[in-house]
């Protein structure tokens, strides 16, 4: 395969993307990943039941140390120069905007974010310099709108669509309402 190629390097970043989406759903659906959604909950609640609360953090940060090596040996072989530069905090802050703007605490918000992040960026650099202020802006709007970012946004929208032709909604979503409700 040759990476040098820029269509065959991006089908082989879609393919490892799809790759790690898969091994996160699996992980997730695991014990540990079960354990995780414990801890994230209620980390207390956890330590009384007998989990040893650091061993599932240590192995979460672990996961996400490869899957970011994954994410830096990509962008040394895409941009062809790595420097000290790179390793600047605008890099993870951009990153941060991504998770923040698709969504916290899903899997698909981050690729909804990392999408509207790129498109954001590209069309407003053409348009002027200061295209960070306006991702900034939109960030705050995401914010203060208690959405859970775009997907959580286009989620909520999805089920008032579903309430309103009144079809029967998943199970999860039920059982979010009825623990909103409590």
Request: proline share 2%; net charge positive.
């Amino acid at each position: 395969m040759d990476l040098d190629d820029s269509r065959s390097f991006a089908l082989f970043c879609l393919a490892l993307l799809a790759g790690v989406y898969l091994m996160s759903v699996l992980i997730l659906r695991s014990g540990l990943g079960r354990s995780l959604t414990g801890v994230m909950h209620n980390e207390q609640r956890m330590r009384a039941l007998g989990l040893t609360v650091w061993r599932v953090k240590a192995d979460v940060f672990g996961l996400s140390g490869m899957i970011a090596g994954l994410a830096g040996a990509l962008t040394a072989q895409h941009i062809m120069y790595i420097s000290p530069g790179l390793l600047g905090w605008t890099v993870s802050g951009e990153a941060l905007v991504v998770v923040i703007l698709g969504g916290l605490g899903t899997l698909v918000g981050p690729l909804v974010g990392a999408v509207a992040f790129v498109l954001l960026k590209h069309e407003l650099s053409a348009v002027t310099t200061y295209w960070h202020l306006v991702v900034g802006v939109v960030l705050i709007a995401v914010v203060m709108s208690r959405a859970n970012g775009i997907y959580g946004f286009i989620e909520g929208r999805w089920i008032v669509w579903q309430k309103g032709r009144g079809t029967k909604q998943p199970a999860s979503h039920a059982t979010r309402e009825v623990m909103s409700d409590a």
